[in-house]
T-cell receptor
Framework: DVKVTQSSRYLVKRTGEKVFLECVQDMDHENMFWYRQDPGLGLRLIYFSYDVKMKEKGDIPEGYSVSREKKERFSLILESASTNQTSMYLC????????FGQGTRLTVV | RKEVEQDPGPFNVPEGATVAFNCTYS??????FFWYRQDCRKEPKLLMS???SGNEDGRFTAQLNRASQYISLLIRDSKLSDSATYLC????????????FGAGTTVTVRA
């Protein structure tokens, strides 16, 4: 079974903090993705990576950056957290079928 | 217009009933279609792919209508464990990295 592990299930951060969300996959997949999920809006793609050190913007990259130094690890960085970044963040790997991590529910206060 | 649209529901059905719902997509060049299931506070998981000729997986039947640009999911003999949100997922070309997700249709099966 594919295993996608996100570093935290729940996080509470203060406005202006720099926040790191980590994701590790064990299936040697080239493609990795970060989504956020908000009620009524579905999953929206923030960034994706198709290879080590390669990254592409998704639909809503503003306020976020990513890092992929190793194939198995894809990090999402909130440069300066804001309350409108309170959301569920989901990491995924694989195409055409996506396998998701368990999600990180981030609250910015 | 959203790329993928779903009726949010909820669809409240008794055990044993049949429930069906659709999803429409805007990109006529879309190539791949999927249904994912998401339980409350859990991650989405693949339920089934949707093939051009339609396909079944046990009590679940998926259909694709390219002319009208929608896919459907039908659940027969509903179980309590079928209660979940069902996400419609569409991929453009075969080399497209992006998956487009619907916001989900919530199904609640009651005893």
């Amino acid at each position: 079974d594919v295993k996608v592990t996100q570093s935290s299930r729940y996080l509470v951060k203060r406005t202006g903090e720099k926040v790191f969300l980590e994701c590790v996959q064990d299936m040697d997949h080239e493609n990795m993705f970060w989504y956020r999920q908000d009620p009524g809006l579905g999953l929206r793609l923030i960034y994706f990576s198709y290879d080590v050190k390669m990254k592409e913007k998704g639909d809503i990259p503003e306020g976020y950056s990513v890092s992929r130094e190793k194939k198995e690890r894809f990090s999402l960085i909130l440069e300066s957290a804001s309350t409108n970044q309170t959301s569920m963040y989901l990491c995924a790997t694989g195409l055409p079928v996506a396998f998701f991590g368990q999600g990180t529910r981030l609250t910015v206060v | 217009r959203k790329e993928v649209e779903q009726d949010p529901g909820p669809f409240n059905v008794p055990e044993g009933a049949t429930v069906a719902f659709n999803c429409t997509y805007s990109n006529s060049a879309s190539q791949s279609f999927f249904w994912y299931r998401q339980d409350c506070r859990k991650e989405p998981k693949l339920l089934m792919s949707v093939y051009s000729s339609g396909n079944e997986d046990g009590r679940f039947t998926a259909q694709l209508n390219r002319a009208s640009q929608y896919i459907s999911l039908l659940i027969r003999d509903s179980k309590l464990s079928d209660s979940a949100t069902y996400l419609c997922v569409v991929r453009g070309r075969s080399n497209d990295y992006k998956l487009s997700f619907g916001a989900g249709t919530t199904v609640t099966v009651r005893a």
